[in-house]
């Protein structure tokens, strides 16, 4: 949703009605997760997408349809071999789509406030009705200490709003199943929650050139980039202009200070043993998803006798990613932070860094991020 916010403000101010179109299931291999969303403006405009472009044209016609009738519409696209080259996903998945549209201003309002949530990086989860015995497309905004809207039953509410609190906590987005009260291990109401985090953060550390590459790759992300250099005259906006902050301290002094979680990816790039011993023990205490550190297999080998002279064990040091990034036989600072990119990437989702072509099986790996 973050990518439509600019789309969906314009349509907003116009009063002009449209749908959205969200993947709320994905079995086997698909180009998009759940979540992926497009939306249709009643005046015909796109934005966004849900599969890459192997479905969007009959998702087109779909919103065209929940546009007129005002209903909410679920659709699931496959593949056979007699459909290989028509409406369905050439990567061999299933997905199912729900497509909800928004005619009256009462709901266009609601998700006008969403979407300011979501904006102003406050968490916040939308659960949605996708089938059974209630009604579909109904949803309920569900934030850290309140909740709006209704699935139509106390029960149902209570239920959804505290594991959509559970799935937000780990900005998780996924389908859960009640009855038609809310009781646990039944199946008669399917609900989507898609979960709206903040941004993960990424921490480079060393204000140097590949700093800002890997800075400008990590905005591409959707990290939320922090630049963190010691020195004055390299620690500047100006050489980091894509940089959401960036900041003039000590490494390990910034990094006791911050905010680190399980999302976070901290990529070290100043190869200076002054800041990266005490900035890598200080890292290795924290629960960051990704640790990288740049610099020669010589500076490795001394760096890790430093941590451990430290008092660094070895679980520790075997979290890091060093020397960082995959083997591209990358030269320049852009085409290192592709492979800083890469294998963060790859330590996410849990691919192998292997070319595709040697490979056989699913593509897209079923591993949820952070797991």
């Known amino acids: 949703m973050r990518e439509l916010l600019s789309d969906l403000r314009d349509w907003h101010t116009a009063g002009t009605p449209f749908a959205l179109a969200t993947v709320v299931a994905v079995r086997g291999s698909a180009p998009r997760a759940p979540g992926a969303v497009m939306a249709v403006s009643a005046t015909g405009a796109v934005a966004g997408s849900v599969s890459g472009g192997c479905v969007e044209s009959d998702v087109y016609e779909v919103a065209a349809e929940a546009l007129s009738t005002g209903l909410t519409l679920l659709r699931t696209y496959g593949i056979s071999d007699d459909e290989a080259f028509g409406v369905g996903l050439t990567c061999g998945g299933t997905i199912e789509v729900l497509v909800r549209p928004y005619v009256e201003e009462s709901d266009r309002a609601a998700l006008r406030e969403l979407l300011g949530t979501i904006a102003a990086g406050e968490p916040v989860a939308l659960a949605t009705v996708v089938c059974g015995a209630a009604p579909a497309g109904v949803h309920r905004t569900v934030l850290a200490g309140r909740a709006a809207g209704s699935l139509g039953d106390e029960g149902l509410d209570a239920a959804v709003t505290e594991d959509a609190r559970g799935l937000l906590a780990q900005g998780v987005t996924g389908t859960t199943r009640y009855g038609a009260h809310g009781e646990r291990r039944m199946q008669d109401v399917t609900v989507f929650v898609q979960a709206y985090a903040p941004a993960p953060r990424m921490l480079v ?108 064990g070895e679980a520790e040091l075997a979290r890091l990613a060093s ?29 192998t860094g292997r070319p595709l072509g040697e490979l056989a099986g699913a593509i897209h790996h079923a591993r949820e991020p952070g797991t």
Do not use: N
Not at 241 to 262: K, R
């Open 205 to 312: 550390f060393g204000a140097i050139d590949h700093a800002a590459a890997t800075a400008r790759i990590g905005s591409f992300l959707g990290y939320r980039v922090t630049v963190c250099d010691a020195r004055p005259v390299f620690a500047t906006r100006e050489r980091f202009p894509t940089a959401d902050e960036v900041v003039c301290a000590w490494p390990h002094t910034y990094l006791e200070s911050t905010p680190v979680d399980a999302r976070t990816v901290i990529c070290v790039l100043t190869h200076d043993p002054k800041f990266d011993v005490p900035l890598l023990a200080a890292a290795l205490r924290t629960p960051a998803a990704y640790i990288g550190v740049m610099g020669s297999r010589r500076t490795h080998a001394d760096r890790t006798a430093r941590l451990r002279e430290a008092g660094v």
């Open 323 to 351: 020397p960082v990034g995959l083997d591209l036989g990358a030269r320049t600072p852009e085409e290192t932070a592709v492979s800083i990119a890469a294998e963060i990437v790859q330590h996410r989702w849990g691919g």
